[in-house]
């Protein structure tokens, strides 16, 4: 086997597909706004390795397009009540599907749009390594002006006042309990989630932000909350504001000891060929054992049935280290009973049972000395995620996958 070959095995079954980690627990907050910030979905820049910086016409490539058409689908359930969004096209075409999926409009934003790279815009950024001023913005962005262009802390400044600004808007206008987007570019959310953190500027190149990220920052009086950076996985109801508690404790008041935060419903599925049936748009993140993202998997999966339950393939694009390019994968699900199969590979091998009776199963599987461990969560009809993680000599990582259903792909 070539080595893209190995690669592809190793992340697609290496085991399973699975893209999104999903933030983490943390304060539970009444009485305030919570503010989304979304990164536009991947651009023509992003994977061409050039710096898009103010560009105009920059928009999106294949994979941001379904990160985009998925947004609705992972922020369902969340009653948006505003978006805001820069001005650059990439930008705009990222929110443009869920403003008109959520009816809200897009208010244009000019302190959030991209750095003025000045000089260094639509330069590739392998040349951009070479220039002095690199070091400074790597090791000492607080002191980085580009030539021709603005500082990072100028940034900084500007997106934090219309944040902030727009926080008190839209709490305002909506209500303590809104929720609402903000859609910018990467530098530009590091910035923000830098203060909001209390993290000198110096410090927010350690704060990772993918395309089609989002992170959860709610303002209060006495200071930010960030309840979730750089979540690239489906399901995000857990950033909802909690039911009013007579806690006695203010909004503002950071959490003392362990509350409990409660996880989305799960939905018992009876016909899996009814529920599976279909197309549905998948996100994977792949993992290493310290949680360093190592690669991602992008595309559609399809569902289609046959006389034993149903065939499963899935084709996408798969970035793995310094690999780039399409991948694939096919399973068999034989149905053995109401919301139960067992599961085979394609060349016939037994890869695990699965009973979504309950919308949870959780399933080991052992591969030579490793042992993956699967675990299912079904959330609605629309919406399922996969995780697998790998543990043994061989292999030492975690899979996350969401599947969200296409429109008219049932």
């Known amino acids: 086997m070539g080595r893209s070959g190995a690669l592809r ?36 820049a ?38 805001v969004a820069s001005p650059l096209q990439r930008c705009q075409d990222t929110v443009a599907g869920l403003a008109e999926k959520l009816g809200v409009p897009v208010a244009v934003e000019d302190r959030l749009a ?113 309840l979730r950076v750089n979540d690239t996985g489906g399901d995000v109801s857990g950033l909802l504001p909690p039911k009013e508690e007579d806690s006695g404790s203010s909004s503002s008041d950071a959490v003392v000891g362990v509350r409990r935060v409660p996880e989305p419903e799960l939905w018992g599925v009876r016909d899996l060929v009814g529920f599976f049936g279909g197309r549905w748009r998948l996100e994977r993140k792949i993992v290493d054992a310290a949680g360093v993202r190592i690669g991602s998997f992008s595309g559609v999966a399809v569902f289609s049935p046959v006389e034993w339950g149903l065939e499963f393939r899935e084709e996408g694009l798969l970035e793995l280290g310094a690999h780039r390019g399409p991948a694939h994968r096919c399973l068999h699900y034989r149905v053995s ?11 016939g091998t037994f890869f695990h049972d699965l009973d979504l009776r309950t919308g949870l199963w959780r399933v080991g599987h052992p591969c030579r000395d490793d042992e993956y461990r699967g675990e299912f969560r079904v959330w609605d009809r629309d919406r399922w995620r996969q995780e697998w993680t790998v543990v043994g000599p061989a292999k030492d990582h975690a899979l996350f996958t969401d599947f969200v259903r296409e429109p008219g792909g049932s």
Do not use: M
Not at 54 to 62: C, Q
Not at 337 to 347: I, K, S, W
């Open 9 to 44: 095995r190793a992340a697609l079954f290496s085991c399973a597909g699975v893209c999104g980690v999903a933030g983490g627990g943390g304060p539970t907050l009444g009485g305030v706004a919570t503010l989304i910030l979304l990164r536009h979905a991947r651009s023509a």
């Open 46 to 83: 992003n994977g061409s390795g050039t710096l898009a910086g103010r560009t105009a016409g920059v928009g999106l490539d294949e994979t941001g397009r379904v990160q985009a058409e998925g947004l609705a689908g992972r922020l369902s359930g969340i009653p948006v009540s505003a978006l």
């Open 114 to 226: 991209e750095v003025d790279y000045g000089q260094w815009t639509g330069r590739a950024v392998k040349d951009l390594t070479q220039e002095p001023l690199w070091k400074v913005v790597q090791q000492h962005p607080s002191a980085a002006v580009f030539p021709g262009g603005e500082a990072l802390a100028q940034v900084q400044a500007r997106a934090v006042e219309a944040v902030r600004e727009h926080d008190r808007r839209i709490s305002g206008e909506f209500g303590p309990h809104a929720v609402w987007v903000a859609c910018s570019h990467g530098d530009v959310i590091k910035a923000v989630l830098a203060d909001a953190l209390g993290l000198h500027l110096d410090g927010f190149q350690r704060i990772v932000v993918d395309p089609c990220s989002v992170s959860v920052v709610r303002y209060t009086e006495t200071r930010p909350f960030v």
């Open 337 to 347: 009973g109401e919301g139960r199969a067992d599961v085979y590979f394609d060349y």
